[in-house]
């Protein structure tokens, strides 16, 4: 699923002909975000483009210049085959055939580069070449085909709105809705028409979504005074309601159900044959049902391997991928003059971007329950051991992370009671909360300091997680560590992760030739660690206990 092909645009619109704009490599869910006018639309441009070769798309350069797609390509077997012929030999080709030569460069990188004009042109290999295969080369451009070829690109825009709308015997929709209400009421209709695919199959996913705030048993269209069709839903109660006096959120739903459950039906397409490109879908949507949206998104990629191309402003979409080792999170940002793009691999590119979407401390109130933990290594080993004892449980649908940074705790307070100007009551942020803390003491019988006291006294011993060991990473068993030097950093080593010493100490004293730094690259080094994380390394200590004890609350906040 993961496409190892980056794909760069120069000379279109915001993105200027030096640095450009693009992606580094395609995952199955591609977050792009920034603020408005910063260039995320553009991105969408140009993977509508890759699909589709819309001619418009290289009509609309910058400043009168055509605009110039680069691709880095991996070679294949059958780009190779194509044009090192194994029929043939000599040339100054050396080896007993083009093909035996040829094979060498499997695997390697190739950049190409489409000029507007339909031809596309050899710009660079990572591999050396013989002179006389130069030509060889400038003929791979024209073999190698594009991202996404032989699939079908489908948009939503973000102006969009399902309408009643005149009979027509088109069944299509558009970008922005137009013809949803019009495909619907023939599926629904004609009897050459299968209309469970909208009373049965639609309906279901579309609760799905948005239960629990409301439950619909039917579907169905009515005409109009105007002799439009109009699409009305049903309760329990049997109460009507047309859609036309709904919110625009359960609009937003349902042009997501059609475009992903009905248009491959009508169209007679397998799901992953489409590259579906979505824009800012939270558009007056509720966090809660933002979340939920956003997940069935996710699942459905992962059930058909399709891809997803998704804008947005929201926080709460970065929360819902921003730990799915399937997503990405592209960063848009506009200086002014030119956009440039960059995708988002550290804590401090997050921070930039929740500052691009003026994040407020107040959108947390919104979630069902907030796990504060120190830092965003801490985030990455919790998500781990939740997804191995209970995969259901998703960051960002049932539960947030927050980081209350270390020494920021002596100013944080979870008793309603107890507040003074210095205090920030966290409860009164969310109610529902728990706090994972670093014991921090050298030895086991170190007396823990007050502040930790205090936190644990006023919310609660079965809400707060003190470390049995020094720190969270004392949790990590000696085969997971080991496992991640070796695999990870080629250090073949036996470490012994002592509870009471922090873990950059334990991997300096079982090798003191290992230069790694553990606590200047906690957020990466944590993140790779945890992919060697199983259910056999969580019997350590109390792990197993208060990761229960911690889940149980999730469970009880989701209710």
């Known amino acids: 699923m993961i496409l190892n092909q980056k794909i760069i645009v120069k000379n279109y619109k915001c993105f200027d002909s030096k640095e450009g704009g693009g992606f580094d490599k395609i995952l199955p869910i591609n977050l792009i975000i920034g603020k408005n006018n910063s260039g995320k639309s553009s991105l969408i441009d140009l ?33 190779i ?16 055939s083009f093909y035996e030569y040829g094979k060498q460069f499997i695997g390697k990188k190739y950049t190409y580069q489409f000029n507007g004009k339909n031809q ?28 996404f070829a032989n699939k079908s690109f489908c948009n939503i825009s973000a102006e969009r709105d399902i309408i009643p709308e005149t009979s027509n015997t088109e069944l299509k929709f ?28 639609l309906l279901e996913e579309l609760n799905v979504i948005i239960n629990p705030d409301i439950h619909f048993s039917r579907i169905l269209v009515q005409l109009d005074e105007n002799n439009k069709w109009e699409l009305f839903f049903e309760d329990a109660n049997q109460k009507r309601i047309s859609l036309s006096k709904m919110g625009s959120g359960i609009k937003t739903v349902l042009l997501v159900l059609l475009n992903l459950i009905v248009r ?13 490109a979505f824009e800012e879908l939270e558009n007056n949507l509720h966090p809660s049902l933002q979340r939920r949206l956003y997940n069935y998104i996710k699942k459905y990629s992962k059930k058909h391997a399709a891809y997803f191309f998704l804008t947005t402003h929201s926080n709460v979409v970065i929360d819902s991928f921003g730990t799915d080792k399937n997503a990405q999170l592209i960063h848009v940002s506009n200086d002014g003059d030119k956009s440039t793009s960059k995708t988002v691999l550290s804590y ?16 947390i109130l919104q979630s069902n329950g907030i796990i504060w933990v120190e830092g965003p290594s801490d985030r990455n080993f919790i998500n781990k051991w939740i997804e191995i004892l209970s995969p259901e449980l998703k960051e960002g ?5 927050m980081f209350y940074g270390g020494r920021l705790l002596s100013n944080l307070s979870f008793d309603f009671e107890w507040l003074k ?77 002592n509870k009471n010493i922090k873990l950059e100490e334990n991997i300096i004293n079982s090798n003191n030739k290992i230069k790694l730094k553990y606590n200047l690259n906690k957020t990466i080094y944590s993140s790779e660690i945890s992919e060697f994380i199983n259910v056999d390394s969580i019997s350590i200590m109390d792990l197993n206990e208060k990761l229960n004890e911690l889940i149980e609350a999730i469970k009880e906040w989701n209710k």
Request: charged share 25%.
């Open 120 to 147: 596309k042109t050899f710009v660079s290999t990572d591999a050396e070449y013989v002179r006389h295969a130069q030509k060889m080369f400038d003929s791979l451009a024209s073999v190698v085909e594009f991202p």
């Open 348 to 363: 401090n590119g997050t921070k930039q971007i929740l500052n691009d979407l003026g994040l407020k401390a107040s959108d």
């Open 47 to 79: 993977i509508e483009f890759l699909v589709n070769s819309n001619d418009n798309f290289t009509k609309t350069g910058r400043e009168s210049k055509t605009p110039a797609i680069i691709i880095e390509h991996t070679l294949n077997e059958s780009n």
């Open 421 to 497: 100007k210095e205090v920030i009551p966290l409860l009164k942020i969310n109610r529902n909360a728990y706090v994972v803390i670093d014991r921090d003491g050298k030895t086991i019988n170190t007396k823990l300091n007050e502040t930790k006291v205090r936190i644990k006294e006023e919310i609660g011993e079965n809400r707060c997680w003190i470390t049995k060991g020094r720190e969270i990473e004392n949790y990590l068993s000696d085969e997971t560590l080991s496992n991640w030097l070796n695999e990870n950093h080629k250090y073949k080593v036996e470490i012994v992760n």
């Open 174 to 201: 558009y970008s922005n809705g137009v013809g949803s209400t019009n495909t619907i009421q023939q599926i629904l209709n004609k009897t050459d028409k299968d209309s469970t695919i909208i009373e049965k199959i």
């Open 397 to 401: 649908l049932h539960y947030v992370i």
């Open 264 to 276: 491959p039906k009508i169209e007679n397409k397998n799901p992953n044959s489409y590259v579906f």
């Open 81 to 96: 085959s194509r044009v090192f012929p194994s029929g043939t030999s000599g040339g100054g080709i050396p080896g007993r």
